[in-house]
């Protein structure tokens, strides 16, 4: 592949990011429109370069990428811990630069997955930090405890709050399962938060005094600052993982 043509998604992806990071930080969303047309993007630009080289394998760089990137993102979704607009970020990033070329060489694991290493290995110490901050101020790193009146729409809920038989009960272990439960109140589970209409069934229950005015809250996290410094890493450094495994095959 020609070294100056895989600066092209490569760009676009460093971009995307920067634009990303600033709707994340300021209105807590990443819009459809920028992560639908890097894909695009992605998926177009591979498609129009295999065509040119005549080589169908990297005619379908973007789509691999972006399917690998949305499968691992997915499984990531189903836990709770990443939203929507991240896992379309991850998706793009990874229809962008399956097929770039990074300084160190790629290693034998698919680049969105290098994407993903970098973002942790760079945020891990910022993290840690944070953590041991709270800790000391004897906060929690994860949740807080918010008045069910003064919920507001998206909050996650740390907590499921369900009914059984007639019975209102709550439960904070994250695999609580649905077995025979009558309906559900809460769900920790659910990536995209409380609903308007979730939030007006908990006042009413606080108002018939059914359950105490307090729900556990997960505390958000704004990911798109991460993935965008996996990418940065990525595009100026290559796989940190990778470069440190080849530096241990070497002297150790």
């Not at 092209?8 to 995307?16: D, H, N, Q, R, T």
Request: charged share 20%; net charge positive.
């Amino acid at each position: 592949m020609l070294i100056d043509v895989e600066f092209i998604p490569a760009s676009v992806a460093l971009v995307g990011s920067c634009i990303a990071v600033y709707t994340d930080m300021r209105r807590r969303i990443i819009p459809n429109e920028l992560n639908y047309a890097m894909i695009a993007f992605g998926v177009g630009f591979y498609l129009i370069l295999g065509l040119w080289l005549r080589d169908l394998f990297v005619s379908f760089f973007g789509v691999f990428g972006a399917a690998i990137s949305f499968i691992i993102g997915y499984l990531l979704w189903r836990t709770g811990g990443w939203a929507g607009g991240d896992v379309k970020l991850y998706t793009a990033l990874g229809s962008l630069l399956y097929g770039y070329q990074m300084p160190t060489g790629n290693p034998i694991y698919p680049m969105p997955l290098t994407i993903l290493f970098n973002s942790i290995i760079v945020v891990l110490p910022v993290l840690l930090i944070y953590f041991v901050v709270l800790r000391a101020q004897g906060k929690s790193a994860f949740y807080d405890r918010v008045r069910i009146t003064e919920l507001k729409e998206g909050m996650i809920p740390a907590e499921t709050i369900f009914e059984k038989k007639g019975k209102i009960c709550r439960s904070s272990a994250w695999f609580s399962l649905k077995k025979d439960w009558d309906r559900v109140y809460t769900n920790p589970r659910r990536a995209a938060g409380l609903t308007r209409h979730q939030i007006r069934v908990l006042k009413k229950l606080v108002r018939d005094g059914k359950i105490g005015d307090n729900l556990r809250i997960k505390k958000g996290m704004p990911f798109a600052p991460s993935l965008a410094a996996g990418v940065f890493v990525t595009v100026i450094f290559g796989d940190l993982y990778w470069r440190f495994m080849l530096w241990l095959l070497e002297y150790v």
